[in-house]
């Protein structure tokens, strides 16, 4: 009787998958950088020298100074302050929009793969039609339709960039469920739930990390581009996308309107970029 290969260490792929990370110096800075950027964003509250709707009018937009080291908006807003809340909206709507893909991208992919044939077939086609639509026009009409909402901005982008997930998650699956030790699963007798659960999303990690790691950055960029479109979060509430728009319109008179959150904004995609480019090398292995 022949032995049944053994499946491989569950945590191993996902340790494999950050072992570039970790030899990669850049990357590193950029994760430290990610994660400083973050955790700043995330206790605003405790760390932003003022609220991020406190007007002074008195000030105006004033040049940076010690008080105000990013200067102050038309309203007397402090920069900093507004750049810290921002950020905790921009890397709400990149996580949370990502954890919605993320979980319809696995599943369809996932069932996708596991039934095969002519339904994997007629899975796939949707996914390739989706694919073809405008979907930031599609974005755009929801926020328009049902207001701006930072719930409904997250959801709608969420909803609309599971694909990629999808279609990578099915790759993966196929490959797992043709291994010798997953054909033994079912020989065994083991039904497709344990399979998927004890063999193929272990070994997808990787892929799905990787995944979502690119995909944050992206939805954080979508998430701007339509707060620069001005359907983004409602005033006075800001977000890294709202306060470039603002900037944008005094770039002349207070260039530091602009200057400070593009460059946070810009070194955050960089480094969420950075960061899932490294994962890749042990992801995609």
């Not at 494999?16 to 509250?45: K, M």
């Amino acid at each position: 009787m022949r032995a049944i290969p053994p499946a491989p260490p569950r945590a191993r792929p996902a340790l494999r998958a950050l072992a570039p990370l970790l030899d990669d110096r850049l990357a590193l800075a950029c994760a430290a950088f990610a994660v400083f950027a973050a955790l700043a964003c995330a206790f605003a509250p405790l760390l932003a020298p003022f609220g991020y709707d406190a007007q002074n009018l008195s000030l105006g937009a004033s040049a940076p100074s010690a008080e105000h080291p990013f200067g102050t908006d038309m309203l007397g807003r402090d920069i900093l302050s507004r750049i810290l809340y921002g950020g905790r909206v921009s890397f709400a709507v990149g996580m949370l929009a990502t954890f919605v893909a993320a979980a319809i991208g696995v599943a369809y992919g996932t069932v996708s793969a596991m039934c095969g044939g002519r339904i994997d077939a007629f899975m796939m086609r949707v996914v390739d039609i989706a694919y073809s639509l405008p979907f930031t026009i599609f974005v755009i009409l929801l926020t328009v339709a049902f207001g701006r909402s930072v719930w409904l901005i997250f959801a709608a982008i969420g909803a609309v960039e599971w694909l990629t997930m999808a279609r990578i998650v099915r790759a993966c699956a196929l490959d797992i469920k043709n291994r010798a030790y997953v054909e033994a699963a079912f020989a065994l007798g083991e039904g497709k739930a344990g399979v998927v659960l004890r063999h193929i999303l272990p070994n997808a990690a990787p892929a799905i990390l990787v995944c979502a790691a690119l995909t944050v950055p992206s939805v954080m960029l979508l998430e701007s581009f339509l707060s620069f479109l001005g359907l983004g979060v409602q005033a006075p509430l800001p977000s890294w996308g709202s306060l470039i728009k603002d900037g944008a319109e005094y770039m002349e008179d207070a260039p530091w309107m602009l200057a400070f959150p593009a460059l946070f904004f810009s070194l955050t995609l960089f480094s969420l970029n950075r960061i899932g480019e490294a994962l890749s090398r042990g992801g995609g292995e």
